[in-house]
């Protein structure tokens, strides 16, 4: 039986080996990336520390993000690139300063965005085999095929953006559905004037009302808020299609069955679903080959609770339900950080301490 130190040794030597890139971004990083990538919920789990002329820097919270930001920097947008990371993270858990260590893979730019998330996969599974972990629970889901159902679905264009923000936040998705289901009178389309219009009443209601017209929401911002409820309220979703999308997001069992229930349930609503549903069932059987003892499900309201995600993304838990590795693809990541052109992006994150207490290491 290997001891712990031998273990970590082969890990080190994971992600040392000759194929990738071993980063290591420094522990102090500006905080704003984060926010404006993740929002105000995964900025409160950040450690924070303010510079004498108010910039905000961070304890390194994660690895994947200064990758990518370093990627975009030094000109390497258009070269396949593999990194792995073995260190440090640190974040909040309840009001409480925790470290963390974090191992890794990134890849970026590659072509065959397929091959590359198989790659992730497969580097996940080595990693928790270091450690003896050959069966864990493998949940699947999937934000490109969710995106894909929307538009399959002909749910209204005015409403796609508001239910995919919400994708992986189910309280507030199942508000959304639960609003969607019961519509209230709508009051038509705005008019493509509406906006100077409503700029110019809401200018006037400000200015008369002893408002300032900066530091604050602006007429303009105040106006698109009101236009695209307007539009919303103009564009009620069909109580069948609200049904079809509660049903869609209730599926979750073994990967195969999850699928077909996936296809039958597209079939009967009237659309052929199989070429979406083609990258996930490969990818599923991809991990099962992988780990012919692990329990592989689908989840279809399964996504993390970060928006840069695109495309399949996964978590694989160990026997107390805690979570081992997760990842998946994230393009509009790089999108986001000021590519000036798409990169397909996958990776993945495993938590070293808790594969070491999975396996009884000190």
Partial sequence: MKSASERYAALVRLVESRTVTRSQPPLLLPAGPYFDLAGEEFGRNLLLTTTNNGVEYCLRPDFTLPIAQDYIEEGMIGTPSAFTYLGPIFRQERSTPVEFEQAGLELLGHEDSDQALDQVLTFARWALA????????????????????????????????????????????????????????????????????????????????????IGSRTPEEIADRYLEKQALDAAPVPAETVELLQNYLAIADSAETALERIAALCTDAGFDFSEPLFQVRNHAAQLQALSPGAEVVFDASFSPRLDYYTGIVFEMTGSDGAILASGGEYDRMLERLGSPEPVNASGCSLWVDRMQQETGDE
Avoid: C, Q
């Avoid at 992986?168 to 639960?178: D, I, S």
């Avoid at 008019?191 to 006037?204: K, L």
């Fill in 130 to 213: 270091i450690y003896d972990i050959t069966a864990p629970n493998v949940r699947l889901g999937g934000v490109g095929l969710f995106e894909s159902f929307l538009e399959a679905a002909e749910v209204p264009a005015a409403w796609r953006s508001r239910i995919r923000h919400r994708f992986g936040h189910p309280e507030a998705l199942e508000r959304l559905m639960e609003r969607l289901s019961k519509p209230e009178e709508r009051t038509g389309a705005p008019t493509p004037d509406s906006r100077d219009t409503v700029i110019e009443i809401v200018t006037d209601a400000m200015l008369s009302g002893g408002l300032s017209l």
